[in-house]
Structures are given as structure tokens and as C-alpha cells.
């Protein structure tokens, strides 16, 4: 628990909290590429880690991050406030002083693009803190929608370059970008924050669900990146708990800085309750002013800082890998720059004289709003004061606040009452337990890069949106039913935790939700749905006819089954956006999505039987377990020598009966397959496919006069490399 202190800090320590009298911590180890920020620099600074820069890539940053922000106005982006660059230095400079200097020339382009693109996801890229008059923003208008869908289109497009500039650069990049591409998708799908302030969470609760919906392990990433090494699965769960500090120092430090725009960006919305912020959680929990809110958090940050260089310190001790005392040695000068750079960056500050900027004495009701607001929050402190008397903390008790049809009837006829129809909440469970397991998203960044041809209105782009993660989800579920497969990205599949019938029944459900969103589209987009619908069916069934008689289809069998069940998905997304696009409208990338399709699901074949996170997540080599012909076993079968084919058909037949393949039994197929070269040929096979991909790709960029940076950053990023299988060989 964190004490209010007894006098709230002076006005004029409002942009930058007094600097702390109490010298440096002792540094984990001494620097070596780094010089300390000039204290010039320093005033407002509150951490207890020296803050330094990276003096190696110093003279290049301005340039670097100028290009990006170059990109971004001449692809028709606005200005925005500040973005990756301070008087300190740049937010790479100053969080990683201590990064090797190619890998931090890397990260400096994609620096700017990341603020912009945080400005875009909580609208404050249209708010203007400068201003002396006040303007109300109407989110729900189709002229703010399709703007702000415009300028993602932008930022998609740009951070996709910079992805795929990143991965021919450096081939240790790929785990970064995975991590960072969940980041972003994670940012733009986050529950909003002001709903949970609703439900009266506390700072930790409210910490703690950023730490769950965000995540920390960008960090776990971003450092061994940094300094070129990786990290072993036993010690990323080490080091997890020291990252959920570093994650919790960082979101306390912007929440520090950005209060004041987060309130004008709240108030210019005319949003309901407070900012997601934890300056206004505690101002709501406690009826304090915005000072005394402000000196609690600094209170906090201070106690969490002590914890984590105490934990670095315990670690250290041990003593640890060479890989891990790097990251030890540096993971706190991260949250230590973010504080440097929030006490420089002109992105932080707002003009006092801005109608809605909050004063540093004010309460809640006492903070700026709109003119005529329809807003107001002379509840929030009496709700929040009245709900946290008991243990059902966030329930509002108030009796009028409840309708009539969701409080309880005693009828002693219910046969003879009438009733709301049941709503949709039982159903949607398993749905909704899929929809949560991690993804690489690879549909939705599809979708995206066919709205950078396209432009589809933002309202269809939302529909089309929903109905390709719907079908998706329903698809994993029926998948993990007719291939009897346990487990699902890790976890159980939806019919080991719901039960079969229950599952089926949500699968299907799905389907019709689907054919309700589908309907405000247009009479075309139905014919597609159910046309590409069928397809889906009829692909998917095929396979399961192979599997079930143990018949072996052909190569071209097994693609045309493909391009119906995997490659469906892909070419209605396509088709759905291409009958509702303002532009290039006779573009047609069905081909390319196609083509695609084949790559995805052979390189997912491939993936099973070879790369160990892959069997790990869906259980070890799943493929041979459920019978399923991939392209590696077709080919040994239809390829093979008899001795291989023989033995292969053996263990096939083997499988049928038993359910399963025993390990040792499994260990034997691969070295057939092995044996036979299907395993060579299928990685030539993908390569064609990449080929193939590139060629179509640069057909369509040429047709429209422009790269589709996002499709290029997927296929970068799913680029695989050629395996050295020492176990198999073994």
C-alpha cells in the first residue's frame, strides 16, 4: 500500500518531479559504450539508475528518425507531436545506451513509426495539445472512422518496410519482430482501459492487466536482440519475474508523464469516467488532488525500482549465464531511459493555457470537460467510495440501476410467463477460449495488406474482419474434433475443456453469426461467402476421406485440397474487399492468396515434423499421430523406395489400429521419410512457392505503382531456413 504523502508537489514541479537528493544505485557492471546524460538534461529526473546514451549512434539518431517521420507526412500521414527523439536523445539511445551500434541503427528507423502509430490506436493523434480553444472530438463519426483507418493503412505499410528492411539486415531479428508484431497487435485489440476503470479496478488490478493484455516480453526480446544472443526457454522463465517489474516501471512512468495529455485527450473526446492512467485511478480511489495522486505513484515507482535492482542483484549472485548477466547488466537502464526521455520529450508537454488542461490542486470534479458535456463525474468518488465498503468491490448496489427483465420474478407458473430471449454468452465459451489462445495473426495482417490496394470503407473493413476470425475460429475448432487432436497452440482444444457436443455446437453457431454480418454488406458478398463456405467444406472433407480409408492422394490431389480448405479463408477476404474497395477496383490477387494458401499449409506440414516449438505447441509430430497425409509423407509414399514405402504403409497401418504412433514408431517414419529425400524436396518445394509469391506480388506492385510492404513483411518473417535434423540423423 502506498501512503499519500502530506505535502503534494509544487506547481512548479508538475512537468518534472523534483529531483531525487539520494545518490545513484551502484551500477550492475561498468559501461562500456555509454556516457551519462549531461545534467542539463536531468531536471525532473527521479530514477535511481544513472541515465546514459548510447554515444555511438548519437550523431546519427536525428537523421535516422527524421526519415521515418519523412515516410510517414509523404504517404499522406499528419503532423503529429513529438515522436522518437528528445533533447537526451533518442528513445533508443537513452533506454539501450548500452546496444551494440549495428543493432541499434536498425531499431532507430522503426523508433517514430511506433508513436505514431500508439497515437493512432488511442486516438490522440487528432487531438491537438496546443491549442487554446477546446474542440470536441466525435470518434463515432464515418469521417473520423474511415480517417483513422486511412492512416493505419500508413503505419501498417511503413512498420511492414521496416520489418522486412530489418530481416534482410539481420538474421537474428526474426524472434524481435515476432514479439513486436504481437505487441502492436495486441495494442489495437486491447480491452479499453476506461471499461475496466468502470468496474473500479484497483492500480494493481489496473497494472496487472496491462502486464496480462500487453505483455512483457517485448523486453524479453528487444535486450538479447540488442546485444546478439538468445535466450533458452528455462531462462525466460527466470527472468520473467524480473521483466514484469521493468513492464511495471515502464507503464508507471508514462502514465507519470503523459497525465496531462492523457486528460486533455479524455476530456476532448467528451469520454465518459476517467483515462486509462494510473494518476486517475488513484485521484478516483483516494479523493486526491492530481499532485497528491502523483507524488503516491512516484512513491510507487521508487518502491518497484528498489525490487527490481534488488532482484538483478540476487540474480547476479547465482551466478548466472553469460547470456543472462547481460541482460541483468542492462534490463534496468530501459525503464531508467523511459524516465529521461519523459521528462525531455516535447510529446509529453501541452500548453498550460489549453481550456482543458488539468490543474495540479483538482480534484476529479474539478477537472476541465467539454463545454455542455454530457459527461459528467459527480458519481465516480461516491460510487467508488459506497462499492469499496464491502467485499463485492465494483457491483453497483444501487437498486434503480438494475431493469426490470434482468431482476429475478417469483412466478409460480413460469410455463404460462413470458421471457427475453437467452442470450448467446454459453454458446460463445469456446469460441471465445480459442479466439484467446496466442496467434501470429496472420489473417488480420493479410487483411490489412489488401486494404493498402483496396481502401475498403472502414464499417466493411470491420465486418470483413470479423467474419474471416470467425470462420477461422470455427474451423480450429472442428479441425482439433475430426483430427482427435488434444491440443491447440499449447493448451487443450476446445473439446477437451468443453466437452465435444457443446464445441460442435459453437463451431457451428459461429456460422450463423457469419451469415448475419455478412448480410450488411451486399447481395455479392453472400454469393462469395457461400460459395468459398463450400470450397472450405469440401476441401476439408477430402482430407479427412484420405485419412479415414488410408488412401494416399497425388501431389496435385493434395494442392487442389489446399486451395479449398486452406486457401479459402484467403481468397474470401480477398473477394469480400475486392466487391466493397474505393480503389483498384479490377485488381485481382486471388492468385496470389491462393498461391499463398499452398505455401502457408505446406510450410505448416513442413513445420510439424521439424521444428520443435511448432511440436511442441500442437504436440509432438501431431501429423502422424492423426493420420493426416502431408506433402513430406505423400511424396515418400508415391517416391519412396519400396523398402520406405513398405515400412511407411506398415506404420500407417499400424496408426489406423493403435490410434497413435508410439515414439520409437514415430522416430522410424521420420528416418524413412528422411531416407527418401521427401523432406529435401518438400523444403525445394516451399522455395518455389516463396519464388512464386515474389513474382505475383511484383506483378500486382507493379499494376498499382506501389510496394505492399505488409505482405512482404509476413512472407520475411515466415521465411524458413533449412533445418540441421541431428535428431533424426541420430
Given amino acids: 500500500m502506498f501512503n499519500k504523502p502530506s505535502d503534494a508537489i509544487s506547481e512548479d514541479a508538475y512537468r518534472g518531479l523534483e529531483p531525487s537528493s539520494s545518490p545513484f544505485f551502484p551500477p550492475l557492471s561498468p559501461y562500456k559504450s555509454s556516457s551519462p546524460i549531461p545534467d542539463e538534461f536531468l ?71 511506433a508513436f505514431i502509430e500508439d497515437d493512432i490506436i488511442d486516438g490522440e493523434l487528432f487531438v491537438n495539445f496546443h491549442e487554446s480553444s477546446t474542440k470536441f472530438i466525435d470518434e463515432d463519426s464515418p469521417e473520423y472512422k474511415a480517417q483513422r483507418s486511412f492512416y493505419r493503412v500508413i503505419i501498417d505499410q511503413i512498420r511492414a518496410r521496416q520489418y522486412v528492411d530489418l530481416l534482410n539486415q539481420d538474421g537474428d531479428g526474426n524472434a524481435y519482430v515476432q514479439s513486436l508484431e504481437d505487441w502492436h497487435n495486441r495494442s489495437w485489440e486491447v480491452l479499453d482501459l476506461e471499461s475496466q476503470n468502470k468496474q473500479n479496478k484497483s492500480l494493481e488490478e489496473y497494472l496487472d492487466s496491462r502486464l ?23 531462462e525466460y522463465e527466470l527472468l520473467e519475474p524480473l521483466n514484469s517489474l521493468v513492464y511495471k516501471l515502464c507503464n508507471i512512468t508514462n502514465d507519470l508523464e503523459s497525465a496531462v495529455c492523457d486528460w486533455i485527450a479524455h476530456a476532448s473526446y467528451d469520454k465518459p469516467d476517467i483515462p486509462g492512467n494510473c494518476v486517475y485511478i488513484i485521484m478516483r480511489d483516494r479523493d486526491v488532488s492530481l499532485g497528491e495522486a502523483r507524488d503516491i505513484l512516484l512513491e510507487m515507482f521508487r518502491v518497484v525500482e528498489l525490487e527490481a535492482y534488488e532482484l538483478c542483484q540476487k540474480l547476479l549472485e547465482s551466478p548466472p549465464s553469460a547470456n543472462v548477466k547481460v541482460y541483468l547488466e542492462n534490463i534496468l537502464l530501459v525503464p531508467a531511459g523511459v524516465v529521461a526521455f519523459g521528462i525531455n520529450s516535447s510529446r509529453y508537454k501541452a500548453n498550460p493555457e489549453h481550456p482543458l488542461y488539468p490543474p495540479l490542486q483538482a480534484k476529479l470534479k474539478g477537472l476541465p470537460r467539454v463545454a455542455n458535456t454530457k459527461h459528467a463525474l459527480n458519481s465516480v468518488i461516491e460510487l467508488y467510495s459506497e462499492t469499496s465498503k464491502d467485499s463485492t468491490r465494483g457491483v453497483n ?224 509430430l501431431s501429423d502422424l499421430d492423426e493420420g493426416k497425409y502431408s506433402f513430406m509423407l505423400i511424396r515418400a509414399l508415391n517416391n519412396g523406395s519400396n523398402t520406405f514405402d513398405s ?59 506501389e510496394h505492399n510492404w505488409t505482405i512482404r513483411a509476413i512472407m520475411a518473417r515466415l521465411r524458413t531456413a533449412d533445418p540441421k535434423m541431428a535428431y533424426i540423423s541420430q
Avoid at 224 to 234: K, S, V
Avoid at 583 to 608: C, E
Fill in 397 to 620: 448496489r444501487d437498486i434503480s440501476a438494475w431493469s426490470v427483465a434482468a431482476m429475478p420474478q417469483k412466478n409460480p407458473k413460469p410455463w404460462l410467463s413470458e421471457y427475453p430471449q437467452l442470450t448467446e454468452q454459453v454458446v460463445m465459451e469456446p469460441c471465445e477460449y480459442i479466439a484467446s489462445m496466442p496467434s501470429k495473426k496472420v489473417r488480420k495482417a493479410m487483411i490489412r495488406a489488401l486494404d493498402s490496394w483496396y481502401l475498403v470503407p472502414h464499417d466493411s473493413m470491420e465486418i470483413i474482419t470479423n467474419i474471416i476470425d470467425l470462420l477461422h475460429t470455427s474451423s480450429l475448432i472442428i479441425d482439433d474434433i475430426e483430427n482427435n487432436s488434444p491440443l491447440r497452440r499449447g493448451r487443450p482444444a476446445a473439446h477437451m475443456a468443453f466437452g465435444m457436443p457443446q464445441s460442435v455446437n459453437a463451431a457451428n453457431y459461429l456460422f450463423v453469426k457469419c451469415l448475419e454480418e455478412v448480410q450488411k454488406l451486399s447481395p455479392a458478398a453472400i454469393h462469395v461467402y457461400t460459395e468459398e463456405l463450400r470450397n472450405l467444406h469440401i476441401g476439408q472433407g477430402t482430407d479427412l476421406h484420405w485419412t479415414f480409408h488410408g488412401s494416399c492422394p497425388s501431389e496435385a490431389e493434395y494442392i487442389r485440397m489446399i486451395d479449398g480448405k486452406t486457401g479459402g479463408l484467403f481468397r474470401m477476404a480477398c473477394r469480400l474487399m475486392k466487391a466493397d474497395a474505393t480503389k483498384n477496383h479490377n485488381l485481382d490477387a486471388n492468385r496470389l492468396f491462393t498461391v499463398m494458401g499452398r505455401f502457408f499449409q505446406i510450410r505448416d506440414d513442413y513445420q510439424n515434423l521439424t521444428f520443435a516449438t511448432y511440436s511442441t505447441a500442437k504436440g509432438e
Fill in 43 to 113: 531536471k525532473g529526473y527521479y530514477s535511481r539508475i544513472e541515465p546514459r546514451f548510447n554515444s555511438m549512434i548519437h550523431a546519427e539518431e536525428s537523421a535516422a528518425i527524421r526519415a521515418s517521420e519523412t515516410e510517414w507526412i509523404a504517404r499522406g500521414g499528419c503532423t503529429f507531436r513529438g515522436g522518437a527523439f528528445s533533447p537526451a536523445g533518442s528513445i533508443i539511445s537513452i533506454t539501450l545506451p548500452e546496444c551494440i551500434h549495428k543493432k541499434a541503427s536498425v531499431l532507430l528507423v522503426s523508433s517514430s513509426s
Fill in 212 to 234: 496480462a493484455t500487453l505483455g512483457s516480453n517485448l523486453y524479453l526480446m528487444l535486450v538479447p536482440f540488442c546485444f546478439g544472443f538468445q535466450l533458452t526457454p528455462q
Fill in 647 to 705: 515400412k511407411l504403409k506398415n506404420l500407417l497401418q499400424l496408426r489406423s489400429r493403435q490410434g497413435y504412433l508410439t515414439p520409437e514408431q514415430k522416430i522410424l517414419a521420420m528416418r524413412c521419410m528422411t531416407r527418401s529425400k521427401s523432406m529435401e524436396y518438400t523444403f525445394t518445394v516451399i522455395k518455389e512457392l516463396e519464388a512464386e509469391v515474389e513474382r505475383i506480388l511484383e506483378s500486382l506492385e507493379s499494376s498499382v505503382g
